[in-house]
């Protein structure tokens, strides 16, 4: 929901839950997280700082999955220019084709093969780690009031 609401495609005013900040609608539980409103009181919209701290998550999953890419697209450069270097004549295409090819490949085979779920653990750990600290400022109460 976070998510939408940074897009603009969704209003950040509502019924939430308090503790996950999924939307309530008119239910009294949770049914992302099953937390009752009686427990933790439903908030109007989502906070300003767990919004930001859902933005860090996704910039960290970002920076892995950037980085792993380019790093693909880096290794299929430095073979383009081996075969450059070590092919005869004509057949100096060959690496300008896989220079093309094989940096798409690699960049797409690195940064969501081989890293995104990497990533994705990564981001999840840190929102996690935040999450707890903001709940335990008592965050979600501050939000509610």
């Not at 700082?49 to 996704?58: G, P, S, T």
């Amino acid at each position: 929901m976070i998510a939408e609401i940074r897009a603009g495609n969704a209003p950040n005013i509502g019924r939430f839950c308090g503790y996950c900040s999924a939307p309530l609608g008119d239910a009294e539980s949770c049914s992302v997280c099953g937390e009752t409103t009686d427990r933790t009181p439903a908030v109007d919209k989502i906070d300003r700082d767990l919004a930001q701290i859902y933005h860090a998550k996704r910039k960290r999953e970002g920076l892995y999955v950037h980085l792993a890419a380019w790093s693909g697209i880096l290794l299929a450069t430095g073979l383009s220019i081996l075969m450059i270097l070590l092919l005869p004549g004509w057949t100096k295409v060959f690496a300008v084709i896989f220079l093309v090819l094989g940096g798409y490949f690699a960049g797409v085979f690195f940064g969501n093969v081989l890293i995104q779920g990497f990533a994705y653990r990564a981001g999840l750990k840190m929102f996690a780690r935040r999450w707890t600290q903001w709940r335990a400022s008592g965050g979600a109460a501050r939000s509610a009031s």
